[in-house]
């Protein structure tokens, strides 16, 4: 995972992305409704919510969910990205996209992380 910016001072956000294949919509739901937690025991994290489109127009791409995650500072959202308990959040969902690709599929989601200092309240 990229990451651009490199500050360390103030609150930090991290969003990620996420596109699903239609297929996988109500597993990606699953996963998160019944997550492990293990970011909740990370230094510095301070809160997260996971954003659904309300719609999605059938005509175009559909909008992605979005991972918000809100940190005290960029170091512990990378303490995060680089640590066990980010492999154990992260593991059923890392087994679908081996799975897939073990059949030869297509991945059926794909993310994109943004970081952001947060300017105001």
């Not at 919509?25 to 996963?31: G, K, N, Q, S, V």
């Not at 059926?108 to 952001?116: E, I, L």
């Amino acid at each position: 995972m990229e990451i651009e910016s490199k500050s360390t001072q103030g609150e930090f956000v991290a969003i990620n992305y996420i596109s699903c294949q239609e297929h996988y919509l109500a597993r990606f739901e699953e996963l998160f409704k019944s997550r492990a937690g293990a970011i909740d025991r990370l230094k510095g994290f301070l809160r997260m919510e996971v954003l659904k489109p309300q719609s999605n127009d059938k005509q175009s791409e559909p909008e992605p969910y979005l991972v918000v995650s809100h940190w005290e500072n960029q170091d512990c959202f990378q303490n995060w990205v680089k640590s066990p308990e980010f492999h154990e959040g992260h593991r059923r969902a890392f087994q679908d996209m081996s799975q897939a690709k073990e059949q030869g599929l297509e991945a059926p989601m794909h993310s994109k992380f943004v970081v952001y200092d947060v300017l105001s309240r």
